[in-house]
């Protein structure tokens, strides 16, 4: 009997001794990536001509507008007009920043972006009894800033790690025919190691001009973003 009660209070001792220890070597805490506040990036910039017939052209000319048997790209629906697409530069490029307000690592945070881009030039050239006999948007650029959802999974070091966002916001665009305003909502997700990253992503932006007349027009780019984020 006295055996055993010796036996009981030293494994008591023993469990007492090594139970926390025991419990601390059990529990593992995988590292973290490290929270990351500022993104700035270069952005490679392909557009697509989006419904040109509807805006700008119905805009400019007051009148519906469709597309045209060739040689001519489109014509007013009464046949008075025909319009010709001279010019429409598909390929731009932008630089960006993006700051995380409370940090960026895993999971769900807040993101805002501020961009300057260019967009296309586009020039039209018109044959008909209208008064408009050309129409010329050149050297146009957009200063963009927005705000959204970022849901990022990132790995800590130089893993590789991902995320994806979504965003809207406002912008302002000068050109050589005047100045305007947008609005945007832009799409996507990249991966990245360490501080260096990749992304694709696309922007609609519906862009509002005064002159020649009121007008507006769509873009659609496959917005291709290298960053560096600190």
Same mark, same amino acid.
């Given at each position: 009997?006295?055996?055993?009660?010796?036996?009981?209070?030293?494994?008591?001792?023993?469990?007492?001794?090594?139970?926390?220890?025991?419990?601390?070597?059990?529990?593992?805490?995988?590292?973290?990536?490290?929270?990351?506040?500022?993104?700035?990036?270069?952005?490679?910039? $392909?557009?697509?001509?989006?419904?040109?017939?509807?805006?700008?052209?119905?805009?400019?000319?007051?009148?519906?507008?469709?597309?045209?048997?060739?040689?001519?790209?489109?014509?007013?629906?009464?046949?008075?007009?025909?319009?010709?697409?001279?010019?429409?530069?598909?390929?731009?490029?932008?630089?960006?920043?993006?700051?995380?307000?409370?940090?960026?690592?895993?999971?769900?945070?807040?993101?805002?972006?501020?961009?300057?881009?260019?967009?296309?030039?586009?020039?039209?050239?018109?044959?008909?009894?209208?008064?408009?006999?050309?129409?010329?948007?050149?050297?146009?650029?957009?200063?963009?800033?927005?705000?959204?959802? $970022?849901?990022?999974?990132?790995?800590?070091?130089?893993?590789?790690?991902?995320?994806?966002?979504?965003?809207?916001?406002?912008?302002?665009?000068?050109?050589?025919?005047?100045?305007?305003?947008?609005?945007?909502?832009?799409?996507?997700?990249?991966?990245?190691?360490?501080?260096?990253?990749?992304?694709?992503?696309?922007?609609?932006?519906? /862009?509002?001009?005064?002159?020649?007349?009121?007008?507006?027009?769509?873009?659609?780019?496959? /917005?291709?973003?290298?960053?560096?984020?600190?």
């Amino acid at each position: 009997m006295r055996l055993t009660t010796w036996r009981i209070l030293t494994l008591a001792m023993v469990v007492t001794t090594l139970g926390p220890e025991g419990a601390e070597a059990q529990t593992y805490t995988p590292p973290q990536a490290r929270r990351q506040f500022i993104s700035v990036g270069y952005d490679w910039l $392909y557009t697509w001509p989006q419904r040109l017939a509807d805006h700008p052209l119905e805009d400019l000319l007051g009148t519906l507008v469709d597309a045209a048997e060739p040689p001519h790209d489109y014509r007013t629906r009464d046949g008075n007009t025909v319009i010709d697409l001279l010019e429409f530069t598909r390929r731009g490029q932008g630089v960006s920043v993006t700051v995380y307000p409370i940090g960026m690592s895993d999971g769900p945070t807040l993101g805002v972006r501020g961009s300057v881009e260019t967009l296309p030039d586009i020039r039209f050239a018109f044959d008909g009894p209208g008064a408009l006999d050309a129409y010329a948007l050149t050297n146009a650029i957009a200063y963009d800033v927005g705000a959204g959802l $970022y849901v990022a999974d990132r790995a800590p070091g130089w893993g590789l790690g991902s995320y994806a966002f979504i965003l809207g916001g406002v912008g302002k665009i000068t050109s050589d025919i005047g100045s305007g305003r947008r609005y945007f909502g832009e799409g996507g997700g990249g991966i990245q190691s360490g501080p260096l990253g990749f992304e694709i992503s696309v922007k609609f932006g519906w /862009n509002q001009l005064s002159e020649p007349v009121d007008h507006s027009f769509y873009t659609l780019p496959i /917005n291709l973003r290298a960053t560096v984020s600190f």
